[in-house]
Structure formats: structure tokens, C-alpha cells
């Protein structure tokens, strides 16, 4: 701990009102110090992560942390506030604030000290007598470790000495016992805390409790043995926990990572009260942690949230066999023509030295990655609802879409059909001794059996058919309607820059490719064309007004040209950050604009991605690129004239005569 706090990181005076105010306060020490690089992309780093969840705790406590390559060391400031900062903690404003700043690539000796800090965090002694302290320099000591803080867990040794002549006590009850899982979506800091608050409760009820942490700090798993003799399980998480099924058969408490911090006590009495009435779980089916810390059980709203979740988590896993499959057959047409994707098979001729046979050999490997996208996006949503035993009947479903023509749409479909029936059977208790067989045979094979009948019989067919209407519907369009379908296409593809919706109109293009058509075609050049803008706007912004933006974002606006012209949206991540009412407006204008001009010019692309890298296979190259122009240039228009507003109007002249001044707001 000695290297991570010294006293130049220690200010027991925080001037701060917000926490966007206390996060560059302290950031700025570790900037001074020589501990992280970059400080507006490391604020833009812990603004991202304080989106995720608020960081304030019961108690008085914030602690926004994030692991960011702009952070050299790992590095801890503390910060005292005598009026408070709200960092969203249901009981009311923080006054002791530690920013925690982790390297992308931080070592485990590191994270595990930060992870001992979290804990102590949950001791009231400890964080009174930082109350207390006067001292710079004692207060960095006193979190390094260096003044010992009372455990009040430890028994006095007079109090429990045993009076001579006395009879021996009764031999103790045996005690409740539960095992825990604690993990929170950086591993840093809640993962532990909610680890030390659910001890501390423990030892207060006389449960025996163990404590298995995912964090980043290492993942040490529960002995069988003592899994196997609990009588609960609680799990405080706000992401999934791994392999869940070592707890099956269990009374499960499952519930968010704060509910852990903020109400242990709580989740223990209802792990007492779901032994007692002989509750048992069956752990891996699709239930999961609540954002207000409620055990499982969700409203609309909350499903809402897991089933985007639920949708990412294929689209994400497809991605990689989209960009490796889409620019190999973009490659092969490049170097053969459109007509290499007709070359008899490589297997069976195949010449060395013909430029041809290479173009066939890159089209096919190609072509072969892109049969996966389907299987891939629906055995991944099917994994994302209901774990590794899912994955056949997803994919199984995701082949037969692309058997009965239903694209897309039907991987979908298939996907979450899979995840729901397999849910479904793990619901079903069954005898102890066919447990283990149930996740690598019976799951498979009656999910496989009842998702293959439902898409052959029942479902497969329709949405085929509404997969056709919407091929047929692309291929028509014409005139307002493709320039309106292209407008809201460049809308998604800004709003998030990379985000669910960003992927939801990326996975709706390029699900069009598996099966081209000339209006797909012309929607996959609409969304890269809008994906390329957001970043190459603020690149320009950054050329042409440079005094708007601060020093870093002025050097991120250069390596904004290569990442928007290589079609890679979050380039501009950084800028909506750190100004997203202004940044976001302006770029969701520009990709609008972009995205209907080039529905209107009737641009094609049969890549997925490359950006500018893949013009030579843009029908109408000139004016695609004059879409995407003119949409940069309408979003860096309006990105420089919001922030020029910033500037306040003048103050009214004092009444002493004296010269009005205007402020930079």
C-alpha cells in the first residue's frame, strides 16, 4: 500500500460540490504525482463507470474507481468533504471520497491491497478516525495500514479468560452456515466491500459464512466440501456469476452487489427463512441481480434490461465472425471481382500462382465464417439467458433458421426460444443423482428436441415469411422511405457510438449480408457511413477550433481521424464523455444527414466493416464519400456552435464603473 497513497494525494479539505468536481480534484493530484497520463481520458474512464452505477455508499462514503491505460500505477486519493457530495448513496451525500485508479493491465498484488482498502471500508472505526485526523500525512498512513485500527471482531483475552473452578460451558450449537458470492462489474472495490459487510453481519448473527470473490484481485473458488455443507447461498452481483451450478440445490438469496454493502443483515435473515421453509434453487435459470438490490423477481423494466443483455451478449460474440468473414470476402472481391464468389471450390482447383484461385481461397474462408453469424447470435443469446447448457439448442435453432430461410429474425427468435425452454427445464426438480448428467444430456437434448420442433413446425415458418417481406420491403425502396430508413439508421449508429442501439442497427446490416440483396446492400452502406461520422466530426472540431476543447481532447481529435475513417465509432467515446448534451446532439444530426443522403444516392457495400479501406467495393464511391462529408462537417458545424455557447452572456457592469468581464462557463 505504501506506493498507492502519499500525502500529496490526501486533501482534507475537498472545495468540490459535485462529483464530476471531487473526481478531477483528486484526479489532478495523480496527474501531479505522475500517476495517470491523460487526465481527461481517465475522468472520461471513471465517468463511464460511474454510468454503470452510482458509487456512493451508506455511511458517507463515494468511491468512483475504474481501471483506465490513461493510469501509469495504481493509485489511491482521499478526499474529505465538510458539506457532502452526493455520489447517489440512498442515506445521503458522501463526505469521505477515495478515487481508486487501476491500470488496464493491473497486476494482482496490486488489486488485491485495493480490495483489502474496500473492506476496510466497512469498519467504522476506520473511517472515524479519518474523520478525525487533522494530518495530511497520518491520514495516507493510516489507510496504508501503518496505525493499526482495532478489530473488533478479535475477543478480549481478559473477557474470555475462564474464571478457575468453573465448569466447562455446554459444547455450542451447530451453526447456520452460507456461502457467498460477491462481484461487481470492475472487481475493484463493491466486490469486496459487500464481501466484508456480509462477514461482519456473521460474525454479529453467529452465522459461518464463506465468501468466494470474483473481483479482479483474483478468483479463488469455494471448496466443494464447504459448498456442499452450507445451508444457503447468497449471492450479492451485478454480473453473472461463474459457474453457477456448483451451487444447485441450495436456498439462493440473489441479489445486487450494493444489497450486500448496504443491508447484509437482511439477506442472511432471508437466507435463514428460505432454509427453513426448504426452498431449493436451481441456480442457472436465467435469474439474476437487480439494480435496486431486490432479491430476484424483476418488473417489466428490468426485463427490459436483461433481455437487451440477453441480445448484446449474441451480438457480441458475433461480431468477430462478422469483421473476419466480411473483410475476407471483401479482399477476395478486391483482388477478383464480384464474380470470385461463383469459383468452382478451392479444395478441388486450386493454383498457386493464380491471382484467381487466391481470391476464390480468401472468398471461401470467408463465406465460411459468415454461415456462423446466425448459429452464433442465437447459441449466445441462448447462453446469455441460461448458461452452458443452452448453447446446443441455440445454436441447433440458429442453423435451422438459416435451413428454412428465416435470417436474421429467426436466429433471434431461435436464440430466446432456446434460452426460455432451457430455463424452463432447469426449473424442474429432479433427483440428486440425475443432476449430473442433466447439463451435458438431458438439457441438450430436450431443449434441441422441443426449439428444433418449434422452429421447423411452428415459428420457423412465419418468420420466414416476414423475413422475405423485409428483403422484398429493402429491395423496394425508393425515394422518401429509403432516405427515412437512413435517417433513423445514422440516428442508432450516433446515439451510443458502439453501444446496444449502435449495435442493434450494425447487427440489422449486417444480418442483411449473409443473404445480399440489393437494398440490404444499400442499408450496410448507410450504417458504416453514419458510424464513421461521430468520430472523424470531432476530429475536424478539434482542426478547426481548437480552443474549444482541452489539450487532451485536442490530441485524441488526431487519432479520431484514423479510428472514424477505419469505421470505428467509439472514437468519439471520449467526447461524449466529457460534454454528451453537446457531443451527442450534434452527432446523431450529422449521421442522419449522412445516412439519408447516402439511401439517396443509392450507395452498395457488401463489406462489413473497413470504412474508407473499403471503397474500391462502394457502388457510387463519390457520393458515398460526399455523404459522409457533408455529415461530418453538419456535425462538427453544430458540436463548435453549442460549445461556443458556452461562453456566459456579460455580467451586468458593478456599480463602481468598473469594465464588464465574460466568463467561460
Not at 338 to 358: C, L, M, Q, R
Request: charged share 15%; net charge negative.
Amino acid at each position: 500500500m505504501s506506493e498507492l497513497i502519499t500525502a500529496a494525494l490526501v486533501d482534507l479539505d475537498l472545495p468540490a460540490e459535485t462529483k464530476n468536481d471531487a473526481a478531477r480534484s483528486l484526479a489532478e493530484r495523480m496527474v501531479a504525482a505522475g500517476r495517470v497520463t491523460d487526465l481527461d481520458g481517465f475522468l472520461a474512464d471513471v465517468a463511464a463507470r460511474e454510468a454503470q452505477m452510482p458509487t456512493g455508499l451508506d455511511g458517507g462514503i463515494g468511491i468512483p474507481h475504474c481501471r483506465s491505460e490513461h493510469v501509469s500505477v495504481p493509485t489511491l486519493a482521499f478526499g474529505r468533504s465538510e458539506r457532502g457530495i452526493d455520489f447517489g448513496a440512498a442515506d445521503g451525500p458522501a463526505d469521505l471520497i477515495f478515487l481508486i485508479a487501476a491500470p488496464a493491465g493491473a497486476d494482482d498484488d496490486h488489486l488485491t491491497i485495493l480490495s483489502s482498502l474496500a473492506r476496510r471500508l466497512m469498519d467504522p472505526e476506520f473511517t472515524g478516525a479519518l474523520r478525525a485526523e487533522r494530518d495530511a500525512g497520518a491520514a495516507a498512513a493510516l489507510i496504508r495500514g501503518e496505525e493499526a485500527v482495532a478489530d473488533e471482531s478479535a475477543p478480549d483475552a481478559a473477557a474470555t479468560e475462564e474464571p478457575a473452578g468453573t465448569a466447562p460451558a455446554a459444547p455450542a450449537a451447530e451453526p447456520f452456515r452460507i456461502v457467498a458470492v460477491t462481484s461487481c462489474p470492475t472487481g475493484i472495490a463493491h466486490t469486496y466491500m459487500a464481501a466484508q459487510s456480509l462477514e461482519a453481519a456473521a460474525r454479529a448473527e453467529g452465522v459461518e459464512l464463506t465468501v468466494e470473490t470474483q473481483g479482479s484481485a483474483g478468483f479463488e473458488r469455494l471448496d466443494p466440501a464447504v459448498i456442499a455443507a452450507a445451508d444457503a447461498v447468497i449471492w450479492s452481483h451485478d454480473v453473472e456469476v461463474r459457474e453457477k451450478a456448483r451451487f444447485d440445490g441450495k436456498p439462493l438469496v440473489d441479489t445486487g452487489v450494493k444489497a450486500g454493502i448496504n443491508r447484509p443483515a437482511e439477506l442472511i435473515a432471508e437466507a435463514r427463512q428460505k432454509a427453513a421453509r426448504g426452498e431449493i434453487s436451481t441456480v442457472s435459470d436465467g435469474t439474476g441481480p437487480q439494480d435496486d438490490g431486490t432479491p430476484s423477481g424483476g418488473d417489466h423494466a428490468h426485463f427490459g434490461i436483461r433481455l437487451r443483455t440477453y441480445l448484446m451478449s449474441g451480438v457480441s460474440y458475433m461480431v468477430p465472425f462478422v469483421a473476419a468473414g466480411g473483410l475476407l470476402i471483401a479482399l477476395s472481391f478486391a483482388i477478383g471481382g464480384y464474380e470470385i464468389a461463383n469459383a468452382k471450390s478451392v479444395a478441388d482447383h486450386f493454383v498457386w500462382g493464380e491471382t484467381a484461385s487466391w481470391a476464390a481461397l480468401l472468398n471461401q474462408i470467408g463465406t465460411a465464417a459468415f454461415a456462423f453469424l446466425v448459429p452464433v447470435l442465437a447459441g449466445y443469446i441462448a447462453y446469455g439467458m441460461a448458461d452452458r447448457p443452452a448453447l446446443v439448442p441455440g445454436f441447433v435453432g440458429g442453423a435451422i433458421a438459416l435451413t428454412i430461410n428465416a435470417g436474421f429474425l429467426g436466429g433471434l427468435a431461435a436464440g430466446l426460444l432456446a434460452g426460455a425452454v432451457v430455463m424452463a427445464i432447469q426449473r424442474v426438480k429432479v433427483h440428486p443423482t440425475l443432476r449430473g448428467i442433466m447439463p451435458v444430456l438431458v438439457i441438450p437434448l430436450v431443449a434441441s428436441t422441443v426449439v428444433g420442433f418449434l422452429m421447423f413446425i411452428v415459428v420457423g415458418k412465419p418468420i420466414a415469411s416476414l423475413q422475405r417481406a423485409l428483403t422484398e420491403g429493402l429491395n423496394g425502396l425508393s425515394g422518401s422511405n429509403a432516405i427515412i430508413l437512413g435517417v433513423v439508421l445514422g440516428l442508432m449508429m450516433c446515439f451510443d457510438m458502439g453501444g446496444p442501439l449502435n449495435k442493434v442497427a450494425y447487427a440489422f446490416a449486417v444480418g442483411g449480408l449473409a443473404d445480399p440483396t440489393p437494398g440490404s446492400l444499400k442499408v450496410m452502406a448507410a450504417v458504416m457511413a453514419a458510424g464513421m461520422v461521430p468520430p472523424l466530426a470531432m476530429a475536424l472540431a478539434t482542426t478547426v477550433r481548437g480552443s474549444l476543447f482541452s489539450r487532451t481532447e485536442r490530441e485524441n481529435g488526431r487519432a479520431a481521424w484514423v479510428l472514424g475513417a477505419s469505421f470505428i465509432s467509439e472514437g468519439a467515446i471520449p467526447f461524449a464523455a466529457a460534454d454528451p448534451l453537446r457531443v451527442i446532439p450534434s452527432a446523431m444530426v450529422g449521421g442522419a444527414v449522412t445516412g439519408g443522403l447516402s439511401m439517396a444516392f443509392g450507395c452498395t457495400l457488401r463489406a462489413p466493416h473497413g470504412g474508407i479501406f473499403v471503397v474500391p467495393l462502394i457502388g457510387s464511391p463519390f457520393l458515398y464519400l460526399l455523404a459522409i462529408a457533408v455529415g461530418t462537417a453538419v456535425a462538427t458545424t453544430l458540436v463548435v456552435l453549442l460549445k461556443g455557447m458556452r461562453r456566459t452572456a456579460p455580467t451586468p457592469a458593478p456599480a463602481t464603473g468598473e469594465p464588464q468581464i465574460s466568463v467561460a462557463a
